[in-house]
């Protein structure tokens, strides 16, 4: 009957009062300890990770309302505004080309 009394509750040197040894105890403890620091550590992973995530769509936004900027600034050219500069530079030639050949002295011979 001792031996039920040992085991029944008061434990001995190698179980606690649940019948569970010592060393199994101690094996799930630590097993709960690990998961609660590698539950810290994701934790940690995860906000530094949002924060350098919100850093980066902030750093975007930057840049894309700095172009938006710079291209509401510019006069892109389409077609007809180019088929318009030839024209015009085509009309200029040939006025230059008059001018020059009214301006030529006249070589009597």
Not at 47 to 75: C, D, H, I, Y
Request: aromatic share 0%.
């Amino acid at each position: 009957m001792a031996d039920s009394e040992d085991s029944g509750g008061t434990g001995s040197g190698d179980e606690s009062a649940r019948g569970i040894p010592d060393g199994l105890r101690e094996a799930i403890e630590g097993a709960f300890a690990a998961t609660g620091k590698t539950r810290d550590r994701a934790q940690d992973l995860t906000e530094r990770t949002r924060a350098q995530a919100q850093e980066l769509v902030e750093g975007v936004s930057k840049r894309r309302n700095e172009a938006r900027g710079t291209l509401e600034g510019m006069r892109l050219v389409n077609r007809d505004d180019l088929r318009e500069l030839e024209a015009a530079i085509d009309e200029l030639s040939s006025r230059v080309a008059k001018l020059e050949a009214e301006s030529k002295p006249q070589v009597d011979g």
